[in-house]
């Protein structure tokens, strides 16, 4: 086990993987001093400006240029800095990318990861501090991950790269200094959710940064005497259903937890799941928590009025078993 950030897990990975397949490189702004959050740092120097290309100003031109070099047998990682800049490259992703494969009937695919940073961030604002991942899963042909721990940012950073598919990976830009240990050794399947704390009481699901705020609201349930299970999704297309339906069996209580907007989120996906197909073991009301369908501001007082906190995850799991 090595100790790594959670910035440094996905940069050891992706060196690894630019070491073992001479096929897999990096196409986007400022890679060359490694990008706003240090994800590239040193790796033009190891690997040279060919495979550690730095780009103009272009989001749709970068996310073109790796899309032919997908479908000619490379591997691309595609920054975009920000998940809100990318948007500037959606036609590419969504109307070209993500239906290669099915349009060309199987003789052409996209093998690329699009690296997208998600979240509030120290007073980003409003195009700085999105999170759409729910905008992503609905669109077939794109896997959409969203890893929390360093460990994940490791092993799914490898996975993606290994994918035939089209990986949406979204980081969020408040634990770049996450630290923990890391298994070099560990495969991750895209798809697996991770139960990070085993509970009897009430069932937490949840991903990216707000998985980390489950793990702590669980710490404090437990000192209230609630028990509490806590899901990380990790990967939202695929998603682990069946893990989702199985603690939800034990439990007999829901709450789903996300830092994107609240109506429209993924959450609503895992909750019309679990009343669908385990809807008879529910023994409480269930819980969905979101931000408001508002604007994220400058000002840092008005930006904490769109976080979901560890404390509004604890009154949730409070509320479903009727405390």
Known sequence: MVKMTFVEASREALREMMQADETVWCVGEDLGRGSVFGQYLGLQDEFGPDRVADTPISEAAIMGAAFGAAMVGTRPVVEMRFSDFALCATDELVNQIAKARFMFGGQSRAPMVIRKPIGLWRSSAAQHS?????????????????????????????????CDDPVVYLEHKNIWGMEGEVDT???????????????????????????????????????????????????????????????????????????????????????????????????????????????????????????????????????????
């Open 185 to 323: 050794s560990l495969d991750i399947e895209l798809g697996n959710a991770a139960v990070r704390r085993l509970g009897a009481d009430v069932t937490l699901v949840s991903w990216s940064d707000t998985a980390n705020l489950c793990v702590q609201a669980a710490e404090k349930l437990a000192g209230q005497g609630v028990d509490a299970e806590v899901i990380d999704l990790r990967s939202l297309w695929p998603w682990d259903k069946e893990t989702v339906i199985a603690s939800v069996r034990k439990t007999g209580r829901l709450v789903v937890a996300h830092e994107s907007v609240a109506v429209g989120g993924f959450g609503a996906e895992v909750v019309a799941t679990v009343v669908e197909q385990a809807g008879d073991a529910l023994r409480g009301p269930v819980r969905r928590l979101g931000a408001p369908r508002s604007l994220v501001a400058y000002a840092p007082n008005l930006e904490d009025k769109m976080r979901v906190t560890e404390q509004m995850i604890v009154t949730a799991a409070k509320e479903t078993m009727g405390k």
């Open 130 to 162: 999105q999170s759409l991942e729910s905008w992503y899963v609905h669109i077939p042909g794109l896997v959409v991950v969203c890893p929390a721990t360093p460990q994940d940012n490791y092993s799914m950073m490898k996975a993606a790269i290994r």
